[in-house]
């Protein structure tokens, strides 16, 4: 198997303004999730973040990726649209990229979407109990039929995106709502990934079946073509002599 090179970014805010959450995550989210792709091998492991020079993403860091996972919430706006044309330009190459909880509403998966990706939202500590609707995929290799998390935030349907090109997980929460908390798509030549849980204040993260969702998730997102999607505007040459009758 060949090594993925995985960049995780977060926006790391939380973590180090709340001392509840820098209890669940003194390494931050990023490093949490960078300890689970480590612990499970076959990933080179990268991890940038929203107060670093350029935003945690240089173009070489991002030359350098194979597969981006994305962490943000309470500073999507500050992410710099020069960035974001990077990304999405990434992507469409052939770049995987997993969209992590509140990521719905980065600027990155608007775009790739094209919709608002709005949704129902309610933090109560519930019971959420992901339903895995695709044995036979990738991304759910390992599980069985479920996973259940005892304390979650709520994300309720109607969740605002287009149709995934499969849906992987349903969500089903203790208040009654359901969700759904893992869809796929293609974009360009790249694959991207939504996956739903992750809220800052439980410990989500380190949780062996969500580590293992995220790292099956990135091995299936690794690219299979990269290829500039942009063409020149140039008039094709044909490669056999047409035949073409003249009027
Ligand atoms: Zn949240």
């Avoid at 790739?112 to 709005?118: A, D, R």
């Avoid at 204040?201 to 790292?215: F, G, K, L, T």
Wanted: with cysteine; charged share 25%.
């Amino acid at each position: 198997m060949e090594t993925v090179r995985v960049t995780i970014w977060n926006e790391f805010r939380h973590e180090r303004e709340n001392k509840e959450i820098t209890a669940i995550y003194p390494e931050g989210i990023h490093g949490a999730i960078a300890a689970g792709l480590r612990a499970a091998g076959g990933f080179e492991v990268a991890v940038g973040t929203l107060d670093e020079p350029e935003q945690g993403l240089s173009d070489r860091r991002l030359a350098e990726t194979d597969v981006l996972i994305w962490w943000g919430h309470v500073a999507h706006a500050e992410v710099d649209d020069r960035l974001v044309e990077r990304v999405y330009q990434r992507v469409l190459s052939g770049m995987g990229l997993i969209v992590l909880h509140s990521g719905h509403f980065s600027k990155i998966f608007k775009r790739l979407m094209g919709t608002n990706c709005s949704l129902l939202w309610r933090e109560a500590g519930e019971k959420e109990r992901l339903w895995n609707l695709a044995p036979g995929h990738e991304i759910t290799q390992g599980l069985g039929d479920y996973i259940e998390l005892e304390h979650e935030e709520m994300y309720g349907e109607r969740f605002d995106i287009p149709e995934p090109d499969r849906l992987i997980f349903v969500s089903w929460y203790a208040g009654g709502e359901v969700f759904r908390s893992g869809c796929v798509w293609e974009r360009g030549n790249g694959r991207v990934f939504y996956f739903k849980p992750g809220h800052e204040s439980y410990p989500v993260y380190h949780n062996p079946e969500i580590q293992r969702v995220i790292a099956n998730a990135c091995r299936w997102a690794s690219p299979r073509v990269v290829s500039s999607t942009v063409v020149a505007r140039q008039v094709k040459q044909p490669l056999e002599q047409i035949a073409a009758e003249r009027r």
